[in-house]
């Protein structure tokens, strides 16, 4: 392929997930809906017009890179100490409830099979998928209704962002046994060891980076000398400790989450990240859906799926969102709020994907996973929160 | 390759790129000097840390366009008219004198032959590869020297991107002699259509853009379209047209150079551009270097290549330009800004080793030059504006 090729590629990816995450935005959908159905449109599935390449499956994973990197720069330490114990509890059975229901799902459709074998690892990483709560499509339906700061509000965001940190370590940990030579103790240990260099060198890290960054604020290095510390902990820990990139990507923004420069670091990626490299990771999610291999198991799976995976989080949530003392109305609400799934169910996925853990077919239930649960989130929010507005107005 | 070996790659190069572009700034040179020798130190010819793959070719590419149409963006169309036909005048003697020179140091090393023969076809080709001066690189110092604005640095970068063009077209004839297949009226037909079109079709899509910019400042959207459009120009260029994708992504923003979002899209695609692919150009073209094939007469022929490309253009524009009644210092500049050579000059070069035309020496040779040249631009220019600087404060 001559190099200017790839121009004509980017050009009609770039130009179809503006115009369909734009439509999507017209249609209350969150825009990422848009940009898979904008590869789904220009991919083999239809027009055609652009095939996977190599170049771009790497900067598609850069995009995710950038994403999570992104996320963990946007990370409140502070609000989630304060936060607490509440929100840490909601995520935990957020995350397992999900996990254990998944895995379920996969068995009962694919049969039970025990410990340690390839099925069985399948069916947890069906349950893996299914934990992570997309806090941004939370955030922003939150916001629009103007309940972000409310107690229900700041509950359902802080339990979103620890969900996320959960659903990693549980995802890293699953992917650590994907090898059946692998030593379970070794895994363990290395990732162990990571987590605890992480904190380690992290704050050594943050120190220094703290210290250069106040020195050099607002200087073209410092999102440099970010980048390439995200690229770098990204690389180590999917080389040299068996954890995916994107958990070294997320945990290299946290480190970085509290120095001066972090917003101004996050605003150069997030422009590096829209312009470039996260339309190519969401289209690309389009473009390698392959529909060619529906049929109605498959069909029945997908479903079953967006219903365990939806009923899971509410259920989870929202019940233990009861058991420490909140009305019905708003376990509810906390429940409904947690089951948007998004870009890290995607990401997970892909993760599966490319390690062969999981086939194509996969990719479909889950981008309706996500397509569903982020319709119908705002709109079941939305019509708990009036409801919760018309019996104050009849009690007034 | 695991597709998280790219992040290993792409953190070595960034962060090599800022600290030898610091490195060179702290020494007074400028920063893409530094960039280049970091892939010189960097890659096969020294430490072999990271290689040339398809990947990093891709991103160079794309950061060689985005420089062009940054820099497109930037023009000053008022300016350029106004040095339009000198622009002009000075790019036609910057192609000549290189081709007739070049043509000579062959005849002087491998002996004369008469017109119509394979050796003087040879010689003309390698005139032919001299003649497209690189403007990537004086665009990059002119901006970072804070001239690119001056009439000099329009005078410069008009006249580069006229060469671009007229050398294509002398390549064009070139090559037309020596296949009796090729008809030349076709292809000078085409790039005269291509040039016709840009400002018919370049006007319309000015026009909508500017509409809709208007109704639409400030969001995202804007440069997300404004780059789509580079790309496509860029790609439509060398696909239909057969003129190098860079002259379309520049004359893509000579297009948008006017609208009201102008600064709002050059400030996002330079932050792509430093953030991402401007280094890997820059370090690509010290990564692609290797001096294994070296003996010593090609060292000779090298050498001498390198002086008489570089001799001609500073004499062929300069003298030109001093014709033109700029002042000897001005003369000075225009020459030395137009002597740098990049990847048309490789461009041609693996034309005529695809044709067999030319052996691999010359690829040596232009290497050499770029290298050279690259390295020499920026410290003299640099050398130059400063002179010119001390001239005012002495006059001041």
Same sequence: chains 1, 2.
Wanted: glycine share 8%; net charge neutral.
């Amino acid at each position: 392929m001559e190099t200017y090729e790839i121009l004509r590629d980017l050009a009609v990816i770039f130009i179809s997930a503006k115009l369909f995450g734009l439509a999507a935005r017209k249609c209350k959908a969150p825009m990422v809906v848009g940009e898979i159905v904008a590869g789904l449109i220009i991919g083999p599935c239809l027009l055609s017009l652009v095939h996977p390449t190599d170049f771009i499956n790497q900067m598609a994973e850069i995009g995710v890179i950038l994403i999570m990197f992104s996320a963990g720069l946007e990370t409140n330490l502070q609000e989630l100490k304060k936060s607490g114990l509440i929100a840490f509890i909601i995520a935990c059975v957020g995350v397992f409830v999900p996990l254990a229901a998944g895995s379920l799902l996969y068995m009962c459709f694919y049969g039970f099979s025990s410990f340690g074998t390839d099925e069985f690892f399948k069916a947890v990483f069906t349950g893996c998928i299914m934990t992570a709560t997309s806090v941004g499509i939370t955030v922003e339906v939150l916001k629009e209704l103007g309940y972000l700061k409310s107690r229900v509000g700041q509950t359902i965001l802080s339990a979103a962002i620890i969900d996320d940190i959960i659903g990693i370590i549980v995802l890293t940990f699953v992917l650590g046994f994907k090898d059946p030579d692998s030593n379970t103790l070794l895994i363990t240990g290395k990732i162990a060891l990571f987590l605890v260099l992480s904190v380690i060198l992290g704050y050594v890290i943050y120190r220094i980076f703290k210290f250069y960054d106040e020195r050099h604020a607002h200087t073209r290095r410092i999102p440099i000398i970010a980048i390439t510390l995200c690229f770098i902990m990204a690389y180590v820990a999917e080389k040299y400790f068996g954890i995916a990139d994107i958990t070294g990507a997320y945990i290299a923004g946290i480190i970085l989450c509290n120095v001066r420069d972090a917003e101004y670091i996050d605003r150069r990626v997030s422009i590096n990240g829209y312009m470039f490299f996260a339309p190519m990771f969401f289209v690309g999610i389009g473009l390698k859906t392959d529909f060619s291999t529906l049929n109605g198991s498959v069909v029945l799976f997908a479903l079953g799926f967006v219903l365990v995976a939806l009923l899971s989080k509410i259920v989870g949530c929202g019940g233990v969102a009861k058991l420490c003392k909140f009305k019905w109305a708003d376990c509810a609400k906390i429940g409904v709020g947690m089951m948007t799934r998004g870009e890290v169910a995607l990401i997970i996925t892909n993760k599966g994907l490319d390690m062969n853990i999981i086939d194509h077919s996969f990719s479909t239930a889950v981008i309706l996973l996500i397509i569903v649960s982020s319709i119908a989130t705002p709109m079941l929010l939305k019509y708990l929160f009036s409801k919760d507005n018309a019996v104050a107005h009849a009690e007034q």
